[in-house]
């Protein structure tokens, strides 16, 4: 989850606004945490999807070749 979407129980703002120091500490820890996740949390489903169907039909190649 994207911390744009979470809403601050100190101030009732959005996170991403960091109106608050709630809001402020806890952007900064969202932000520290993404590291693959936030490349991973870029990628649509769609294209995960499409990768994996594509990684499970080169595993199917690979087997009936092997």
Not at 6 to 29: D, F, I, K, M, T
Not at 37 to 62: D, E, I, N, R, Y
Request: hydrophobic share 50%.
């Amino acid at each position: 989850m994207t911390y744009d979407r979470l809403v601050c129980a100190n101030c009732a703002a959005p996170v991403s606004e960091g109106r608050c120091p709630v809001c402020r500490a806890s952007r900064e820890r969202l932000q520290q945490q993404s590291g693959l996740s936030g490349l991973l949390a870029q990628v649509s489903p769609a294209a995960l999807v499409v990768l994996l169907a594509v990684l499970f039909a080169v595993g199917l190649l690979l087997h009936r070749a092997g």
